[in-house]
């Protein structure tokens, strides 16, 4: 699964996601002029045509930069790239969300999503079984309340898929999100030993 599926697929679910619109080129944009932003603006690679994969990226940027960067990052790619746009965040909350063939497993950690994918701090971890009936609960069982589990599990009914993580935060502005979405093998043999 390619990132820019991943995406298509968070929007066909109709699931929570940061304003985005695809572009290739600043000429491309239209929503972005019309979305307002609180800490930025993120540009991130989502797919490359005829070429290696080049993963090309900013977070933070002030708004009056984001059309020269898409084009400055178009030109270091070839012509061959497609962007994704959207405000950037601060993080809150921040977790992963894992759908297998027989459970489902919320884990949650104050702060960015980095802390818990690349560090491995998990606050709380919540384990579901295939009919999504909570089976056990790892850390403070507060940390995420009845309905911030239920807005993340909403994934697997709509997503309707297995074998899958996908990242949610929740911002500073109490804005619940998703924002992306890889197969297990996708995501790495560092997610795939933790989760194994």
Do not use: C
């Not at 977790?95 to 999503?113: D, Y």
């Amino acid at each position: 699964m390619t990132i820019l599926h991943g995406l298509q697929l968070i929007d066909r679910a109709k699931l929570p996601h940061p304003e985005w619109e695809f572009v290739r080129t600043s000429r491309d944009l239209e929503k972005f002029f019309g979305i307002k932003d609180y800490v930025g603006w993120t540009i991130r690679t989502v797919a490359v045509t005829k070429g290696a994969w080049k993963n090309v990226y900013t977070n933070w940027l002030p708004k009056n930069q984001v059309p020269s960067t898409i084009d400055k990052f178009q030109k270091q790619l070839g012509g061959r790239a497609l962007f994704v746009v959207y405000p950037s965040w601060k993080w809150k909350r921040a977790g992963t969300l894992l759908i297998e063939k027989h459970r489902a497993v919320i884990e949650t950690v104050k702060g960015a999503v980095v802390d818990l994918m690349r560090h491995g701090k998990v606050d709380a971890a919540y384990y579901y079984d295939a009919k999504l009936r909570l089976a056990s609960t790892v850390g403070d069982r507060a940390t995420l309340t009845p309905g911030q589990r239920t807005t993340v599990l909403q994934a697997v009914r709509k997503l309707a898929l297995k074998n899958v993580i996908l990242e949610w935060g929740i911002t500073t502005q109490d804005k619940f999100i998703f924002y992306r979405i890889e197969g297990i093998r996708e995501a790495g043999r560092l997610l795939l030993k933790k989760y194994s």
